[in-house]
């Protein structure tokens, strides 16, 4: 997940409106969870309607530590986790940990702990209208996952590597489960991996007057970072935080990268075959043809050595934005050249065309953006930077001498 847009809190508002009659208002020792799933979101309903807290909350989703680093203080093994999550560890007062796997088993812990749950509809209701509240409950409860389909379930790529920093201690978040806001921070908690102490804070919650003493204000989500001293509200707020401090890159727009990952191999082949025509190669001067393509390649020699990092862009194109976002946020100096609006005639710059070929001839590569560190292309966004950012080679190839 990347920055929250509008979209993004449509979709996170829907599913909480899907799940509206749950979780709108003791401790537990640890809760495995993951924000994506409807198993764990039907405990967390429920622990907020319990108001309870939880020391803390360990992301298990795909690709998580807890699931796959047995070095790491919270494994619990099984990388598929699907027999695991959600998981609960609670401690009860004569001492004794008890483990709960499952939401039934959960549920039903703390159904027998603290009372079952409240109804929807009243006893004296008719059966009619019972029925047809049970059923709307039941529909209701996988749509939030297919509203927020794919967020809150995988660890990102960009905190797989081994080089991300991590929080020494748990962080620190008030929400509560039926807030679209409270639902963007979480899956990003998730999707980073970072383990955080959840204070529920929902309507008539008892920590709500100590969430009013640490903010001011009651207002949801609340972020306190114990190990940076730090304290924020609002969710894109928070989330850029976490990003610039818990990532090693901030994730360009999902739907961008869906995109590029169906239209890319598609089109690169096309693109080879159209550059040298787009550049006149069928003209019937062969020789002036090859001596602009020659000149490019030798101006394109001559950029690429004058800065250490060189992106090729086109003004129009998202692909370009977001890489030269994800160079902005991590504060890396480069130097942009724009070949024009965009690729097709009448948008692209005069004698772009022939630098369009060219950087196919240095690089392999004809398609935007073009990436070169220290001399070297490392491809575009998606199957370039990302990827050399998060296997680290991006640094290694940017420190050579």
Not at 162 to 183: D, M
Not at 195 to 223: D, F, I, N
Not at 280 to 302: D, H, V, W
Not at 370 to 390: R, T, W
């Amino acid at each position: 997940m990347s920055i929250p847009d509008n979209l993004d809190t449509l979709t996170s508002g829907l599913a909480s409106i899907f799940r509206l009659p749950f979780a709108t208002a003791t401790k537990i020792f640890r809760l495995y969870d993951m924000e994506g799933n409807s198993d764990c979101r039907l405990v967390r309903e429920r622990i907020t309607e319990l108001d309870l807290c939880v020391d803390v909350v360990i992301p298990a989703g795909r690709r998580s530590r807890a699931l796959t680093d047995r070095s790491y203080e919270y494994y619990i093994g099984d990388a598929s986790g699907i027999s695991v999550i959600p998981s609960m560890m609670v401690s009860e007062e004569d001492g004794v940990v008890r483990n709960f796997v499952g939401s039934e088993d959960i549920l039903e812990y703390l159904s027998s702990k603290f009372g079952p749950r409240n109804p929807i509809v009243d006893s004296n209701d008719d059966e009619i209208k019972k029925k047809v509240v049970d059923a709307l409950v039941l529909l209701s409860e996988p749509l939030p996952s297919l509203l927020r389909l794919g967020r809150g379930q995988d660890v990102a790529g960009c905190a797989l590597s081994e080089a991300t920093p991590r929080p020494v201690k748990p962080l620190i978040l008030y929400s509560y489960e039926g807030n679209q806001f409270c639902r963007l921070v979480r899956e990003v908690l998730c999707e980073l991996d970072i383990p955080y102490r959840l204070v529920s804070s929902g309507k008539g919650s008892q920590q709500r007057a100590e969430l009013a003493q640490v903010s001011g204000s009651t207002q949801c989500p609340y972020l306190v970072d114990p190990n940076t001293k730090l304290q924020m509200a609002e969710s894109k707020a928070i989330i850029e935080y976490l990003y610039q401090k818990y990532a090693i890159y901030t994730p360009p727009n999902e739907a961008l990268g869906m995109i590029s990952g169906i239209i890319t191999p598609l089109l690169k082949p096309l693109f080879k075959v159209l550059a040298p025509l787009q550049a006149g190669s069928n003209r019937e001067n062969k020789r002036e043809y090859t001596a602009e393509i020659e000149e490019a390649k030798a101006k394109i020699l001559e950029e690429i050595s004058s800065e250490k990092v060189v992106i090729y862009t086109y003004s129009l194109s998202p692909f370009c934005t977001e890489a030269l976002k994800v160079l902005d946020r991590l504060e890396i100096p480069y130097k942009e050249i724009s070949l024009g609006l965009e690729w097709v005639p009448f948008l692209i710059q005069d004698k772009g065309a022939q630098k369009r070929v060219a950087l196919g001839e240095v690089s392999g590569q004809t398609s935007l953006p073009n990436i070169f560190v220290n001399g070297k292309s490392i491809g575009g966004l998606y199957e370039g930077l990302l990827p050399a950012l998060e296997k680290g080679t991006f640094q290694s190839i940017l420190n050579k001498t």
